[in-house]
């Protein structure tokens, strides 16, 4: 069974700051996703990482991808209050049929 | 482009009662389709997969005859939630994938649904 564990689950950081969400999966993967979720809405896409060393940025937000550590990370460089959403990561595989398997998820605020 | 919209967005149904949640790719062939469910404060499971003119996959768990997938089409998807209770309150989000990117799943807004 392939899961999916994100850390921390909460984080709370002030604007400005620096701060990092980890992502660890649990067996070999396709690829991996990072998802924005707002409340009461659906999934915003915000990377697809496709191979080991996978490296992408839009705007405070860069993801990497390390597929031997099967460890994703996502870093968030000075913080903005219009951040604070919860985040996602998910995997997919060919044993899944492609369906994602996601994390619990990061609660993030940003806070003034 | 590769839009996903869901029908209805939110809906209220009595108990006992079912209710039908449609999925369409707007712009692009889906050739297949999940379905998720996502209940408050917790993340997206799984439901089904289900691809254009074969029968669903179901998760372990998911009762495949009270969640009830239809994939008639390259661009609908749909899910009848039958004899509805309580507990099958939840929001429903559909994905599709297609031709336009085969690494990407396309989300749908999702659907609320409240059982009274």
């Known amino acids: 069974e392939l899961k999916v564990e994100q850390n921390p689950l909460f984080l709370s950081m002030q604007e400005g700051k620096n701060y990092t969400i980890y992502c660890n999966y649990s067996?070999?993967?396709?690829?991996l996703y990072w998802y924005r979720q707002d409340p009461g809405k659906s999934l915003e896409s915000l990377f697809v990482l496709l191979s080991n060393g996978a490296v992408k940025q839009e705007g405070r937000l860069m993801a990497s991808l390390d597929t031997k550590a099967r460890l994703s990370t996502l870093h968030i460089t000075a913080a903005v209050h219009d951040l604070s959403a919860t985040y996602f990561c998910?995997?997919?595989?060919?044993?899944?049929?492609?369906?994602?398997?996601f994390g619990k998820g990061t609660s993030l605020l940003v806070t003034p | 482009g590769a839009v996903v919209s869901q029908h209805p967005s939110w809906v209220i149904c009595k108990s006992g009662t079912s209710v039908k949640i449609e999925c369409r790719s707007l712009d692009f062939q889906a050739t297949t389709m999940f379905w998720y469910r996502q209940f408050p404060k917790q993340s997206l499971m799984l439901m089904a997969t289900s691809n254009e003119g074969s029968k669903a996959t179901y998760e372990q768990g998911v009762e495949k005859d009270k969640f009830l997938i239809n994939h008639a089409s390259l661009t609908l998807s749909t899910l009848t939630v039958t004899s509805a209770h309580p507990e099958d309150s939840s929001f429903y989000i559909c994905?599709?994938?297609?031709?336009?990117?085969?690494?990407?799943?396309?989300f749908g807004p999702g659907t609320r649904l409240t059982v009274t």
């Open positions: 998910a995997v997919d595989s060919s044993n899944s049929g492609y369906a994602l398997n």
């Open positions: 067996t070999t993967s396709d690829r």
């Open positions: 994905s599709a994938k297609g031709t336009v990117d085969p690494y990407e799943q396309y």
